[in-house]
């Protein structure tokens, strides 16, 4: 968990570790709303937000390291539109000079994963980020699009916001890097792949999720997942 300093721009911390792997593995990653920083032997870098689905292949043994903001919470540490970085990949170092490729240098050659957070965190705090309220209010927003399942429409996330249809997708661009109906129909995309696994009717999981058809549903699922539901639903039994 961030600590109370770094809660209001970072949701949390994660790191992976594999050892002696006998063959690769392709870990198949369906991006959520956020900006991520991951460090690892292979690459460290932010990713902004990503529409498709992307993968990362593991070999041999290694460790990731990853930092995932909220929603709006890497604003601060931008200070332009997160819409700069979506659809991107961008080196740590890149972006923040000599400052980012040391702080890669010490991540990758410290071996323990909460010394190497404590690394990340003090170097995050280093560059200084203020609160906004803005981008707190388009946490919450963002939130609300993924645990009330019934919000399937961006009109309905901006009645329940209090702002106009353009104001918000203005908003959710600026902070978030991308608009709100991308926002909306990628949690209901993660609700589908856990209701798929679980066994529901394809034709009635379109209909709950806002879908106009079971075709519909299916075409976003495979361009997000990489396969169709089925075979993901035979893949996770």
Avoid: C
Avoid at 8 to 19: R, Y
Avoid at 114 to 127: C, H, N, P, T, W
Wanted: charge should be neutral; charged fraction near 25%; glycine fraction near 10%.
């Amino acid at each position: 968990m961030p600590s109370a300093e770094m809660a209001a721009f970072v949701e949390h911390f994660w790191v992976v570790t594999w050892t002696d792997l006998a063959e690769p593995y392709e870990q198949r990653i369906v991006s959520h709303p956020t900006v991520n920083m991951t460090i690892t032997k292979d690459f460290h870098q932010f990713a902004g937000v990503i529409r498709g689905g992307f993968s990362y292949t593991m070999r041999g043994s290694g460790r990731v390291l990853g930092t995932r903001f909220r929603p709006g919470g890497f604003r601060p540490f931008l200070g332009g539109p997160v819409s700069q970085l979506t659809g991107r990949f961008v080196e740590i170092g890149e972006m923040y000079g000599a400052a980012g490729a040391s702080l890669v240098e010490q991540v990758l050659a410290e071996p323990d994963a909460r010394a190497a957070i404590g690394l990340v965190e003090r170097f995050l705090l280093s560059l200084g980020p203020e609160r906004d309220p803005l981008a707190e209010e388009v946490a919450a927003l963002v939130a609300m699009a993924e645990n009330e399942v019934s919000v399937t429409r961006v009109d309905e996330l901006a009645a329940r916001s209090g702002r106009s249809v353009r104001s918000l997708q203005r908003l959710f661009r600026d902070y978030v890097g991308i608009g709100p109906k991308w926002v909306i129909r990628r949690f209901r995309l993660h609700e589908a792949a856990e209701r798929v696994y679980e066994g529901l009717d394809l034709a009635t999981l379109a209909v709950e999720l806002g879908y106009t058809d079971q075709a519909h549903l299916t075409r976003d699922f495979t361009a997000a997942v990489g396969m169709p539901p089925a075979a993901y639903a035979r893949l996770r039994g």
